[in-house]
Structure formats: C-alpha cells, structure tokens
C-alpha cells in the first residue's frame, strides 16, 4: 500500500507540474510578443512624428 | 484606433472558476469518494488522470484536425490559430497520458514501458505533433507553414482510430477497454472517469484560448513589422 502510494504521487505530481510548466511557458512567450508589439507601435510613432 | 490582441482577456473568470472548482471535486472524488480497485489497490486511482488525458489528446488533436481541414478549404488564419493551439495543447495532454502510464506500469507490470501496440501507437501520435511543432518552427513563409501544418495535423488525426482500436485489433499487454461492454467497470468508477474527463476538458479549453492569444499577439507584431519596414 504505502509502496504504491509513491507511485500515484509521483503521477499527479508529474501531471501537475507539466501543466504548470506549460502555463508559464505560454505566460513568457505572451510577456515577449507583448513586448515587441510595443516596441513596434513606439516605432511607428517615432517614425510618423519624424515625417 | 486598433484593439491590440493583449487588451482582450485569454480566459473569462467564470470559466477560470468553473476549471478550479470542477478539478477540486475531481480530487475529492479519485481520492476520497470512488472505491478502490480490488487488484492494484491505490495505484489504480492513476487511471482517473492517465485516461482523461488520452481522450482530452484525443479531443484536442480532432479539434486541430478539423480546424486544418477548414483552413486548407477557406484559408482563413483564424483556423490555422485554433489548430496550432489545440495541437500544442493536444500533446502536452498525450505527454501526460504517457508519463503518467509509466509510472502506473511500473508498479503493476514490473517496467515502465513495452513496446506493444497501444503504448507504441499513442507514443507515435505524440512524435507526430512533436513533428508539427518542429515544423511549425522551421517554415518561415507564412501560408507554406500554414498549410505544411495543416496536412501534418490532418495526418495525425488520422492516427487517432488506430491508438483508441488498437489494444482490440492486436494483443497488447495494455488492459482492454472497460468502457464498452456491459459490467466492466464499477458505475462509480466510470462516473469519475467521465467527470475528470469533463474538468480536463475545462482545463485543456483554457489553455487553447491562452495559446491561441499568442497567435494573436503573433499576427499583430508581424503587422506592425511590415508597416515600419514599409514606412
């Protein structure tokens, strides 16, 4: 019993921190593209003004 | 004024909530409420999280499949996004389905893998979309990519069927379905199975529309690009 209690934790925990890995994953990939998107909108102001 | 894709929330609250809510009592429910298996004993309740996560890849990969087949017809982006997002999402359940049956092996069959044909099948399944995202990575030209993606998905759906019929169609050490036929599988059993399949779902449909924002936000900074190149 107790021997397939590490079984079923190590299980869920895989599963748990897979899923969290992922979330955090997306949330950096978003900040990164969040952050280019601005960039290019500051550009393209920049740009407009020094026309 | 143009909305930017980051202004819209990836997910609504409620439905934050709803996934929260439904996976606690999907807890309660593998570790405190349905019986336990006469044979394997606790270790069984792995089979409550292994087994949504093959249906959720299932769903998933069907989802992307279809999605493919509408942006090949229609060449609309919109489709190709829900397909690289259902597919991205679709593997890291196949992954969790995989690793999760490794260590439900283990104890039971004494390794933590055979090659026999569902776990080979399913292990297929995943290196096909772990090819799609590798792809979807090196095709630089935007509508070639898109469309490269979409056969590749449309060629992993289609793989499907065989994972799901293939413990009936070959003998495999993986146990036989206890879904079909009469009196396989304890009513309560099935009754969590089903109800972890639905909280899944509510996590696996969250994940999609967080992925499916970075498509968005993708789409955005490739036009902006083009514009201050054009400028």
């Known amino acids: 019993m107790e021997e397939n209690l590490k079984w079923i934790w190590a299980a869920f925990s895989l599963a748990w921190v897979l899923h969290l890995v992922y979330v955090y994953s997306l949330g ?5 593209l969040k952050r280019q998107v601005e960039d290019l909108r500051a550009q393209l102001e920049d740009q407009g003004r020094a026309q | 004024m143009r909305t930017s894709a980051y202004l819209k929330p990836a997910a609504p609250p409620w439905l934050v909530g709803l996934a929260g809510v439904l996976m606690m009592i999907s807890l309660y429910l593998i570790f405190i409420w349905v019986p336990m298996e006469r044979t394997m004993g606790v270790v069984q309740r792995i089979f409550y999280f292994h087994v949504p996560s093959a249906f959720v890849a299932f769903i998933a990969f069907t989802i992307g499949g279809i999605a493919s087949i509408q942006y090949l017809a229609t060449r609309k982006n ?28 283990r104890p039971v069959w004494g390794v933590y893998w055979a090659w026999d044909a569902r ?42 069927p065989i994972v799901y019929m293939a413990n009936q169609w070959w003998r495999t050490q993986h146990p036989a379905p206890v879904l ?26 969250i994940l999609v529309r967080m992925r499916r924002r970075i498509e968005d936000l993708r789409r955005e900074a490739d036009g902006l690009r083009r514009e201050v190149h054009a400028l």
């Open chain 2, 78 to 105: 919109n489709y190709d996004d829900l397909s690289v997002a259902a597919n991205e999402v679709g593997l890291l359940f196949a992954v969790v389905n995989l690793l999760t049956g490794m260590l439900w092996a």
């Open chain 2, 180 to 205: 079909s036929g009469e009196g396989s599988i304890d009513p309560r059993m099935r009754f969590v199975l089903y109800f972890s399949t639905f909280a899944l779902l509510s996590v696996f449909w």
């Open chain 1, 28 to 32: 950096s990939r978003q900040k990164a």
């Open chain 2, 119 to 160: 776990l080979t099948t399913m292990l297929l399944l995943a290196l096909i979309y772990f090819a799609y995202l590798i792809l979807r990575q090196s095709v630089v030209e935007p509508t070639q990519r898109a469309v490269v993606c979409a056969v590749t998905s449309i060629f992993g759906m289609v793989d499907i």
